[in-house]
């Protein structure tokens, strides 16, 4: 929509609507722009500034998602989110990502095909479950 401008001028301030208003109706971004004489190009500036603010709107909802996502597969490194324990006495190895216990002797071997393919199946889990979630919303 447009309006008058308002401040000094003199006449044309008060004759000639040059201030454009824009409201983009999905995000409720409302930007006024008086820089210009012209309503033309008031308009122009405002459509690029709105342009502006839906891209970084947009980056910074894209780079929120990216650093959540990075930061379930890296974690903080904390002690409690250690992945395995060798326990020598018991001759097995723990995975506390899954849950299991493993002989000790697979590990030492190079034999962790079983491991490796329980956490794939683990991960598979995992994105059937989004994938459900993301259905149902």
């Known amino acids: 929509s447009t309006m008058r401008s308002g401040g000094a001028g ?3 301030v008060n004759k000639v609507e040059t201030a454009v208003d824009l409201l983009h109706k999905p995000t409720g971004i409302r930007i006024k722009c008086t820089q210009e004489r012209s309503q ?6 405002a459509m690029k500034m709105l342009r502006n603010k839906l891209f ?3 980056n910074e ?14 974690g903080t ?3 409690s989110e250690k992945i395995r324990t060798y326990n ?8 506390h990502r899954l849950g299991q216990n493993f002989p ?3 590990f030492l071997n190079a034999d962790i095909g079983p ?4 956490c794939i199946a683990r991960e598979q889990e995992e994105l059937l479950k989004q994938v459900a979630e993301e259905s149902l919303n």
């Open 61 to 74: 909802k894209r780079d929120m998602e990216e650093r959540a996502r990075r930061g379930s597969q890296v």
């Open 88 to 95: 020598w006495k018991d001759s097995r190895c723990s995975d």
């Open 115 to 118: 491991m490796i393919d329980a």
């Open 40 to 45: 033309l190009k008031n308009k122009d500036l």
């Open 77 to 79: 490194g904390g002690r």
């Open 104 to 106: 000790l002797s697979q």
């Open 10 to 12: 003199g006449q044309n």
């Open 56 to 58: 970084d709107l947009e």
